[in-house]
């Protein structure tokens, strides 16, 4: 199954059952960004910053995620790089 399934209109199921489902993905969604520490978006500008001093990319070429699980924080950090040409 496709992210583009998840969005059609599915047969069997009635619009009640795929609109909760789809508020379920919209709410998930938000509390990951409320549980987000306020300095992120600071992190994210500063690491898009240094990294196009050295490749040219786009802003939304750069995705950052902090995650904590037992008492350990981790930071993951995702940049898309154009092809080498």
């Known amino acids: 199954m496709s992210l583009f399934d998840f969005f059609k209109s ?21 509390r990951q960004k409320a549980g987000a520490p306020e300095y992120l978006p600071f992190l994210q500008r500063d690491l898009l910053e240094v990294i196009k001093k050295y490749v040219n990319i786009s802003d939304d070429k750069l995705d950052i995620k902090v995650d904590s699980l037992d008492g350990l924080s981790t930071l993951e950090v995702n940049i898309e790089l154009p092809d080498r040409d």
């Open 10 to 30: 599915p047969k069997a199921e009635g619009s009640a059952t795929t609109a909760k489902e789809r508020l379920q993905v919209v709410i998930a969604h938000e």
